[in-house]
């Protein structure tokens, strides 16, 4: 067929554009193999296209599987867990009875010692009324055994001048008494003399 285009050398071909026109048979068939090696880098360009839109795609549905594998183990670990959790809180409701009956004594006692506290609070409340009234008291005899020792003590000094008085009389005292000793022992000497001498002379 292609020996009968050459022969005819002349022959109506359509363009790309859709529009007819004459064209030599070696010019039709140098487009149709330039128009054949475009298609085939076109259809090159978009296999290798789709090999690489494929691989990502692969490698998104490698990665896609991963995480869903992932998340079946990271959910079946964490079923295991709820079930142990949940055990825990069946053992901890089952205590809840126990729990609330301490509770409650507690509370008793925390009432208890509340009322305790109030009457220990009144109690301190009186006791330091009754401190402060020994206090006021012990106050008033503070200030009276100052006075009395005041007065005791201006009695003290009036007793002590009294005595420096009555040893400054004794003093003189004693030094008349001894004046007169001596004078009455001069005199007795004098007489015993007095009287020797007569005896002699008799």
């Avoid at 030599?24 to 068939?29: G, P, T, W």
Wanted: aromatic share 4%; glycine share 4%; charged share 35%.
């Amino acid at each position: 067929m292609e020996k009968e285009w050459r022969d005819t050398d002349i022959h109506e071909v359509t363009s790309r554009e859709g529009k007819k026109g004459m064209a030599s048979i070696e010019m039709f068939f140098f487009d149709f193999r330039a128009f054949a090696n475009a298609t085939a880098v076109k259809a090159d360009n978009c296999l290798k296209r789709v090999e690489k839109v494929n691989k990502s795609v692969t490698n998104k549905r490698t990665r896609l599987y991963n995480r869903l594998v992932a998340s079946y183990h990271k959910a079946k670990t964490g079923r295991a867990e709820m079930a142990r959790e949940l055990e825990v809180a069946q053992v901890a409701a089952a205590r809840v009875p126990q729990l609330e009956e301490d509770l409650r004594i507690v509370r008793a006692q925390c009432a208890d010692i509340q009322e305790a506290a109030k009457a220990l609070a009144a109690k301190e409340k009186e006791t330091e009324g009754e401190l402060a009234r020994l206090r006021r008291l012990e106050a008033n005899h503070l200030a009276e055994l100052d006075s009395v020792k005041r007065v005791k003590q201006t009695k003290v000094d009036d007793l002590n001048q009294q005595l420096g008085e009555v040893d400054g009389q004794c003093r003189k005292l004693r030094e008349e008494i001894t004046t007169q000793s001596q004078l009455l022992t001069a005199t007795a000497k004098r007489w015993v003399d007095e009287i020797s001498v007569l005896r002699l002379g008799g």
